[in-house]
T-cell receptor, first 109, second 112 residues
């Protein structure tokens, strides 16, 4: 059974700061990881995915994967109030995604 | 471009009543399709997935069932709803062999 662990939060950061969201996973063989953002009452939307060790940047977002330590993180630079949402980490396996329970982020103006 | 639709958007049903939720995808062919449930304040629970017409895999034994009568249509059903069936039901699709899933707008179900 695959397990994806996230701190449920809430995580509060001031506007303009860097928000750091973390996720750990149990299966050393897992190859693909995804970050989704879910606004309250809405469906999840994909932010980015990462397959390789190291960093992957997309605008203000950076995903970091460390397979040796089995963690994946998401950094949000210059956080905005509109970034306030729940962030879901997911692990990919055999055409399925296994989700964590999410971390709630609040960006304080 | 591809779009995914779900209806109804919200539903209030009495305990013991039947259920039918529909999901359709446009602009692609032979997608993998998924049904998830998200209870209030909880994570996403995978209920069913399908890799083709008539092919359904069930992840959680319960009083729900799924069907895929057409390539881009996925239906979630129940003969008798329970209080515990309340939640946010999400349909998702992937373009075949890819793992990235794209979610529909969801159906919020309240069972009273």
């Amino acid at each position: 059974q695959k397990e994806v662990e996230q701190n449920s939060g809430p995580l509060s950061v001031p506007e303009g700061a860097i928000a750091s969201l973390n996720c750990t996973y149990s299966d050393r063989g897992s190859q693909s990881f995804f970050w989704y953002r879910q606004y309250s009452g809405k469906s999840p939307e994909l932010i980015m995915f990462i397959y390789s060790n190291g960093d992957k940047e997309d605008g203000r977002f950076t995903a970091q994967l460390n397979k040796a330590s089995q963690y994946v993180s998401l950094l949000i630079r210059d956080s905005q109030p509109s970034d306030s949402a729940t962030y879901l980490c997911a692990e990919g396996w055999a055409n399925n995604l296994f989700f964590g329970t999410g971390t709630r982020l609040t960006v304080i103006p | 471009s591809q779009t995914i639709h779900q209806w109804p958007a919200t539903l209030v049903q009495p305990v013991g009543s039947p259920l039918s939720l529909e999901c359709t995808v446009e602009g692609t062919s032979n997608p993998n399709l998924y049904w998830y449930r998200q209870a209030a304040g909880r994570g996403l629970q995978l209920l069913f997935y399908s890799v083709g017409i008539g092919q359904i895999s069930s992840e959680v034994p319960q009083n729900l069932s799924a069907s895929r009568p057409q390539d881009r249509q996925f239906i979630l059903s129940s003969k008798k709803l329970l209080l515990s069936d309340s939640g946010f039901y999400l349909c998702a699709w992937t373009p075949g062999r890819e793992e990235t899933q794209y979610f529909g707008p969801g159906t919020r179900l309240l069972v009273l």
